[in-house]
């Protein structure tokens, strides 16, 4: 009898969790429904008839990982109610009040889902929080909404069908406050609902932030890109409660008015970027290694005057491919991260004040290298190590043009190579086998082809395969041992690469999305912690002459600056330069750090913080020493175009003007 007893109280410690998981589905079928109206509703915007059964469940099941997110953030507040490990909340009252919290909760979701069912052919985006600045001065607003309510009186019927059967099928847990009279079926009682809360708190971390695995970081808007083929198709894999919640305090970008309109900044800087003559074409192969963390400061070539001129570094056959490249004297990345790298590299976009990624102008109308070379006959792929979907370079790559994206998987796939064998068990494939990987795929595509390869082994935890770990030591950093392996990969690649027949009629290019560690004090400024290489290497020696240039080079101008290499005679949009063809003098870089811009012109670096010039300082002051402020004839000619650049790229973000116009 005490058994029976005993497992009578088992059952019903489990009541809660099992009405959670019930009412959670339930969720998960109103979300369902809210897509099917969305999808009804844009069905010509979305392609209508071309779009398969096919491409519409793989658009379906991307959407859940949106759906997973949006609903553990609403419902988390709902779901700790109901798993809270006290006996005495079982009583009809908390359970009503738990009723009543997911109804409103999950009916707020809701109406924003059907009504930007509505809103979205005016965007063709989901609803994000920059809704609230478009329409803060409106005054007929409750007008309007009254209009298309009356309108899609449809929607307004699906609402309140949805919302009675929610609250109806709602199911309340069996347990009441007598069961638990015992202190044994308290004890019971819980246990089960701790361990319950503690599994919802895992399963939740991961619903947020779209999985758990090495590498991913929390989803954003733009991941969205990585399940559909066109970019209005975002729209219906994403839930509009995700896109308000996820750039919730992400409104960085406000257009200043340094000057009185875009006519006037661009009278002190363009993007936009015209062929005033005609060009000869030279549709040369391009191929881009941009390579985790490889600052400037590991690769000797680049620092013969460092440590009185003994200097070795940490990169041999980097430093013999650059006897044979072009290199500038000064050259940086444009942000902090591997997500900052990107963007800049591949499409000449820099990051100011927020990731250009996880912000809502992610999701503007944009391209990139890949995007304009496809169009202008190239065939395009991007590679990556790591997981497919790792730090959403899926996605980023698909917006951007690419056609095809090779990661871990497919490295995985192909039997001439190690499989698994070859992970690096954190992040991706070693680099040596992958970027073997990545000669052997190109000699698979057509020509001309335009690549780009993001490596993943000199990252933390900064180890390297065990074969080599008693010839690449620990050096002064924990990074340099994972520099000389990178290093020793990159000369393997070339030494394959240099056999195939694509190799003369090919452009490459070596940077780094951004520095890591440093033992260097000059390395370690606010301008200096920016210093990647940018090394441009033709094996032909014909269209790109070899040598150390007196110039400043920047990520942002890889696009522009291979797109004139080849001959590339379309309108683009680039906040870099060609820095082949631009006079040294006139040659720049950007980097936003902790709320400051940085300029480098001129020989010197200006520091702005929106407002007001903080601070300039040569770049022969390389530990930046000596603020030269107000001492500089150049200073307010470098403030002006600073402002310019700024005012143009905020504009442009915030408007959705990231093309030429026509």
């Keep these: 009898m005490r058994k029976e007893k005993s497992k009578s109280v088992v059952d019903l410690s489990f009541q809660p969790m099992i009405a959670v998981v019930m009412n959670i589905l339930l969720v998960y079928i109103i979300y369902f429904i809210a897509r099917v109206a969305f999808l009804l509703e844009n069905y010509s915007l979305l392609g209508g008839h071309s779009l398969t059964i096919r491409h519409l469940s793989e658009l379906f099941s991307g959407a859940l990982m949106f759906d997973s997110s949006a609903i553990v953030y609403t419902n988390s507040l709902y779901i700790v109610m109901m798993l809270l490990p006290v006996w005495f909340k079982e009583f009809d009252g908390y359970h009503k009040l738990c009723r009543l919290v997911f109804v409103i909760v999950n009916s707020v979701c809701l109406a924003t889902n059907l009504a930007d069912s509505v809103y979205f052919p005016y965007t063709l985006r989901r609803t994000t929080t920059t809704v609230f600045h478009e329409f803060g001065n409106e005054t007929n607003l409750l007008r309007i ?29 069996r347990s009441k406050v007598y069961n638990f009279l015992r202190a044994s079926h308290r004890l019971i009682y819980t246990g089960i609902q701790f361990l319950a809360l503690a599994v919802a708190t895992l399963l939740g971390v991961a619903g947020a932030r779209g999985g758990l695995q090495s590498g991913v970081r929390p989803i954003t808007i733009s991941n969205a890109n990585q399940f559909v083929e066109r970019p209005v198709e ?75 001129g003994h200097y070795k570094g940490y990169t041999p056959n980097v430093d013999s491919l650059i006897a044979r490249s072009c290199v500038f004297s000064h050259s940086f990345a444009n ?58 370079f899926l996605a980023f790559s698909k917006k951007i043009g690419f056609q095809n994206y090779y990661g871990r998987q497919d490295y995985a796939s192909d039997k001439r190579f190690g499989g698994d064998d070859d992970f690096d068990g954190n992040w991706g494939i070693w680099d040596e086998p992958f970027l073997q990987f990545f000669c052997a795929k190109m000699n698979r595509m057509r020509q001309p082809f335009m690549t780009a390869l993001f490596t993943v082994s000199s990252h933390h935890p900064f180890v390297i395969p065990d074969k080599y770990k008693n010839i690449y030591t620990e050096g002064e950093l924990p990074i340099h041992k994972c520099i000389r392996y990178t290093d020793m990969a990159i000369g393997k690649f070339f030494q394959s690469a240099r056999k195939q027949s694509w190799f003369r009629n090919t452009i490459f290019i070596i940077t780094s999305d951004h520095t890591n560690q440093s033992n260097h004090a000059e390395y370690k400024t606010g301008i200096g912690e920016f210093s990647a290489p940018v090394i441009i290497y033709d094996p032909s020696a014909t269209t790109v002459k070899p040598g150390m240039r007196d110039a400043v080079a920047q990520q942002i101008d890889i696009m522009p600056t291979v797109l004139d290499i080849i001959g590339y005679d379309k309108p683009y949009l680039a906040f870099g330069c060609d820095v082949l063809k631009t006079p040294a003098s006139q040659t720049y870089a950007l980097s936003y750090l902790n709320g400051i811009y940085q300029y480098v012109k001129y020989g010197y670096t200006l520091q702005f913080d929106g407002q007001k010039v903080v601070g300039i300082y040569s770049l022969a002051d390389r530990l930046m020493q000596h603020n030269l402020y107000g001492h500089v004839a150049v200073q307010s000619k470098m403030e002006c175009e600073l402002k310019a650049i700024i005012q143009q790229y905020m504009y442009r973000m915030v408007n959705d003007k990231l093309m030429p116009e026509s």
């Design 234 to 308: 975002c729209g219906l894999v994403l839930n509009t409660p995700f896109a308000l919640i996820r750039t919730i305090g992400k409104n960085v970008y406000v257009v200043p008015s340094y000057y009185p309109d875009l006519q006037s900044a661009s009278k002190v800087f363009n993007p936009v970027v015209r062929s005033l003559k005609p060009t000869v074409k030279n549709k040369k192969n391009i191929v881009i290694l941009i390579v985790e963390s490889f600052g400037r400061e590991y690769i000797g070539a680049l620092n013969k005057d460092l440590e009185g």
């Design 335 to 392: 942000g902090h991260k591997s997500i900052d790298g990107m963007p800049s590299v591949l499409c000449s976009i820099p990051m100011f004040v927020e990731p250009f990624v996880l912000t809502p102008a992610s999701m503007n109308t944009y391209t990139g290298l890949p995007g304009l070379l496809k169009d202008w006959g190239y065939s395009t792929a991007f590679f990556h190590g790591a997981n497919r979907g790792s730090m959403g």
């Design 145 to 173: 909404v009254g209009t298309e309510l009356f309108r899609h009186w449809y929607l307004v019927l699906l609402f309140a069908v949805l919302v009675w059967l929610m609250w109806k099928l709602y199911r309340t847990p």
